[in-house]
């Protein structure tokens, strides 16, 4: 994400600056990510998975260790979206092969499917935060069942 694209969304609607933060995250563009987000006023809760963070390059870190490092494959598709003034919520489907380490569970190499949730806050342009929410117990249910 270069500055001048940065620059350009300050004005933006909050769904158009999630979409291209989110766009940085799975790209694995994380400097890209940083630019996008307001470090001053940042917090973050992945519900069940940290508690409430409130420097990026912590949440990042978790990020990394929880979607990025256990997955390979991961698409994510929007199926709820609703916009606010100065928020997003999101309710998608993410399609993932499960390759590593996933709350305490070894690589499987199953294709899974999970619902999660976001809830991200936006202001002058930039996250804020988020609050999130994977379907742990989906996923867990996807990689032990032995039938």
């Known amino acids: 994400m270069s500055e001048k694209r940065t620059e350009m969304l300050r004005d933006a609607a909050p769904l158009e600056v ?4 989110n766009t940085c ?3 694995g563009d994380i400097e890209g990510a940083a630019r996008l987000i ?8 992945c519900l069940g998975l940290t508690d409430w963070l409130t420097d990026f390059q912590v949440a990042v ?10 997955w390979d494959d991961l698409e994510m598709h929007e199926e709820d979206v609703v916009e606010g003034r100065d928020a997003v919520t999101i309710r ?7 390759v590593g380490e996933f709350l305490d569970m070894p690589a499987t190499g199953r294709r899974i499917s999970f619902q999660a949730i976001r809830i991200v ?5 930039k996250v804020t935060g ?18």
């Open 130 to 147: 988020q609050w999130a929410q994977l379907d742990l117990w989906g996923i867990h249910g996807q990689l032990t069942d032995t039938s």
């Open 61 to 70: 870190t978790h990020y990394v260790k929880n979607m990025v490092e256990p």
């Open 18 to 21: 999630y979409r291209a933060w």
């Open 121 to 125: 806050k936006i202001r002058e342009g």
């Open 92 to 98: 998608f489907r993410v399609d993932a092969t499960h």
């Open 38 to 45: 307001d470090s001053d006023r940042w917090e973050e809760k």
């Open 25 to 27: 995250l799975l790209a």
